[in-house]
């Protein structure tokens, strides 16, 4: 026997199905949603904070006298570069011949007498002297020069060599001094 219900029935079923429903709807959709968007909250503060940490764009001005600055320095790097070239390490025969002619001409000039000027071998130096920028494992050639004089003007001579054409790199030097002669005794190991 069915009975029909009566009507707080009817409205204590319909306010129990609405509690249900609105208890569902808050568990399942709204609280997803709420939580996402305090998080996403949360995000936003972080990523304020972290651009008003950054502070201003940086001034044009700045930045226009930096490249005003770096565009000198290439220019003195260029101007280097230049001079650099202008001297440059003998390849040829002819051209060690003509750097050691400048050599034996520079030590009779600074008022020294040479004994010898002789090829030693023909060696790779991976480490050339800072004076000598070039890459590694230049051939060069190893000469040893013998030669007396006054101090002074040895070094003279070696601040001439310095100002020669060609490359001359001084990888070893030995002075002695004798006191019966009064006199300076350089063996000199050039790299031609």
Known sequence: ??????KIEKYGLMAIVIVISLHLYFSKIYD?????????RETLAVLTQEVAGLGARPETEEIENRVSELKKEIEEANLLL????????AQSPEKVTDALVGLNYLV??????????????EVKHNEP??????ENGIPWETYHLRFSGDFNN??????????MDYLVQIANI????DDKANTYYVVMIVLI
């Open 32 to 40: 997803p949603f709420a939580a996402e968007f305090t998080a996403a």
């Open 1 to 6: 026997m069915k009975r029909k219900l009566t």
């Open 82 to 89: 230049e001079e650099i070239l202008i001297k440059q390490k």
């Open 108 to 121: 009779l000039k600074n008022g020294l007498k040479v004994a010898t000027i002789e090829l030693k071998e």
């Open 129 to 134: 002297s800072e004076q000598v920028q070039a």
């Open 174 to 177: 030995e002075i002695s001094y």
């Open 154 to 163: 040895i070094i003279l001579l070696i601040d001439d060599i310095e100002e």
